[in-house]
């Protein structure tokens, strides 16, 4: 399954974006799904997590900020992004996981955010 990611852009700090995850195939509602980001220079990181029962998990980073959230009937994901600052600046990507941690999909081009102070 291919992961396509959408909705980056230029935003000012302080600003909010709402980032969409779309899968070329049907995902299955028994895996996780993950939103990544990738800082110039960096290692790609996990940033926030939607589990299978609905728990959700956040990197310190990001908590209170981000919210992840899914629609299982159009396979998507969202990432909802506020209080966006310098820092945020970063290629997200997102990706289905099993529960012991194995990526399940294709990794797409990502979506690149760009936050102006």
């Known amino acids: 399954v291919q992961m396509v990611e959408s909705g980056g852009g230029l935003v000012q700090a302080g600003g909010s974006l709402r980032l969409s995850c779309d899968a070329s195939?049907?995902?299955?509602?028994?895996?996780?799904m993950v939103w990544y980001r990738q800082l110039p220079g960096k290692q790609r990181e996990h940033i926030a997590m939607l589990a299978v029962d609905g728990t959700t998990a956040y990197a310190n980073s990001v908590k209170g900020r981000f919210t992840i959230s899914r629609d299982n009937a159009k396979d998507t994901v969202w990432l909802q992004m506020n209080l966006l600052n310098a820092q945020d600046t970063a290629v997200y990507y997102c990706?289905?996981?099993?529960?012991?941690?194995?990526?399940?999909?294709?990794w797409g081009q990502g979506t690149q955010v760009t936050v102006s102070s």
């Open positions: 195939g049907p995902i299955s509602s028994a895996v996780d």
């Open positions: 990706n289905a996981q099993s529960g012991d941690g194995v990526t399940l999909g294709s």
